[in-house]
């Protein structure tokens, strides 16, 4: 029955997310969502708006998020994009900057939904070959290109790049544009939100699931100059006007607001993950140094899908990738401290 | 600064949605809004699920409101496709069903959503044109074509196709999807599905925005068989995981549980909408017979855009298409007896 599917449907390669457990005994450490609930304040505001109010539309242009994000950047209200997840905002994203026939850049390993895009959108791409060490020989986007992309930091590894070095690539692509995707950035790295005024050939995207807890609210959204911003509207409301509803709305908003909370939970996580890491390290694991919500790891006989099976069985879950440049590794979040000794000590029994 | 979009961005053509008016003392009669508040279960439903779970990412598969949803159609629950809101699902039907080259038909006055989705997903269409009281040639589907879709009841007109039609459509059409938008089915059109077991051509969309009173929180779904919510599913897995947030997974479940007050609320609308068409057909108004929470009327003057503004300097929002085929009519929201009241007393004081 294929006959019914178009052309677009039969090249779609689809992302397949990581596993989520209906079985409550697992410890949780495979989709990078944060151990800490959200906010009382975020709990409290959506509650106060589950009401009548629900039969009305949302705001289709969502003002009050995207002023209340541009007052915490110190940017304008018309250099923000907000959608539906962070996903959803890529997707717009591949849409509204890359054309079909210019290749675009992204590392070689990385966040495993922008070869997706690609297909999906036809962009032809080519990949950039991480160091050995996972870092990024960024001088490889010198190169001529129809556009870049990668996470900063990288996913899965957690590594992540200077703002220095994301200064060059922009400069050296000031006609092309530069998306850095800050899914992670809250953990420790340099974000480039800072550097928006200066490019026009720069988008940041970031998102309310990892360091503002709220995974199971889908916000994500876009910094850029208004030109940018303005075409990922375009893009949206050729696709669906209210993408964004009420309760996530006011969700979002008061995550903004409680800005205590989040850098307590953010410091929190950033303490547990380097307290592993060297626990790990100690272990004679390969640990590469994280400035994200989950550690990147190999076992010390490599054998990373076996171990992964057997945190399973043990009722721990994590990520394993099926490709070659990293099938020694495994992705870990990071979870409660609690939640990571049952890890070390899971470990420490096999 | 547009030497930054992409060629789609500069092909766009977005769609406007009615307005949201920030003033509360607005009647809102111009974007088809339940006048009716949600049912009081699923307030509470959501309510009660406003909690630190908000940390965790959503059922990506949406399982347990495929599963309703089937249950209530009939159906089974992998004929089941659900979206943010129907416009995300039709986004993803013009992705899953149409290829470029082939021109689609849909009805010239429809959804003018329709020609958006054309646009940026580079479909070429050929517009059916309406008899002189609105009424759907559906002959005209009978010629070749790339795929069909159009609205039952048909928006902005509120009139309706029998299913015996639709019948004839799918049957001439039966290696072409047939896509039927059934946003506002439940206002009294008779529903295609009950031909989706019978019909592998079959899409038909519906939406918790208007019978259901939910626009705020944002659910569509599809029906259709087996390898066409395959489609659907392929490409929405090659856009965005998560298009549901957990709030709305939940409100959605439980506004299908509470079947009786969905029965009471849309009965109601339906006994305004009749009450209100007479009311003003003694005035002197052509009123289309509607099938849906709206009507299609002309005022006796002809002057539809006068009337609006009039409307509007008097606090009542309704919908002016600047179209020429629709330009001496206005879409009016069928609101609570109280709001329908003052709209009728509103024209009678002009």
New interface residues.
């Given amino acids: ?9 039969k090249n ?6 990581g596993e ?1 457990a209906n079985n409550k005994k697992y410890i ?1 450490l495979n ?1 990078n ?6 906010s009382l304040k ?2 409290e505001a ?2 106060n708006n ?11 242009s969502c003002q009050e998020l995207k002023k209340i994000i541009s007052g915490y950047y110190g940017i304008k209200s018309k250099e923000v994009f907000v959608g ?2 962070s ?2 905002v890529l ?1 717009f994203s591949f ?5 079909p026939g210019k290749e675009i850049l992204f590392p070689n390993i990385t966040y495993s939904f922008y070869p ?2 690609a ?2 959108f036809n962009i032809n791409y080519k990949t950039v070959r991480l160091n050995k060490d996972f870092s990024l020989p960024f001088e490889e986007f010198f190169k001529s290109n129809g556009g870049i992309i990668f996470p900063n930091p990288n996913a899965p590894t957690g590594k992540d790049l200077p703002l220095s070095s994301i200064k060059k690539i922009l400069k050296k692509n000031i ?1 092309n ?1 530069v998306i850095i995707d800050e899914a992670y950035i809250d953990f420790g790295g340099e974000s480039a939100v800072g550097l928006v005024e200066d490019f ?2 720069l988008i940041v995207l970031q998102t309310f ?1 990892k360091s503002r ?6 916000v994500g959204f876009a910094l850029g ?1 208004k ?2 911003i303005e ?1 990922l ?3 949206k ?12 709305l006011k ?1 979002a908003i008061e995550a903004i607001k409680d800005n205590k909370y989040f850098e307590k939970t953010r410091y929190k996580i950033i303490k547990t993950r380097e307290k592993v890491s060297a626990k790990l390290r100690k272990m004679g694991f390969d640990v590469i140094g994280s400035k994200a919500n989950f550690i990147f790891i190999s076992p010390p006989d490599k054998n990373a899908e076996d171990l992964f099976k057997k945190l399973k069985e043990n009722g721990i879950l994590v990520r394993y990738f099926n490709q070659k440049e990293i099938k020694d590794y495994l992705r870990v979040s990071i979870g409660t401290d609690q939640e990571m000794d049952s890890f070390i000590k899971t470990l420490e029994n096999f």
């Fill in positions: 029955m294929r006959k019914y599917w178009s052309e677009l449907v779609t390669e689809p992302y397949v997310p989520q949780k989709t969502e944060n151990p800490y609930p959200p975020v709990i959506i509650k589950v009401d009548n109010k629900l039969r009305l539309y949302p705001d289709p539906n997840g996903d959803e997707a849409m509204a900057f890359f054309n997706v895009y297909k999906i006609n544009i026009p050939n699931s807890s709220l995974a199971g609210l889908r100059q030109h940018l075409a509207a375009r893009i409301n050729s696709f669906n006007s209210y993408t964004l509803d009420r309760l996530a969700g």
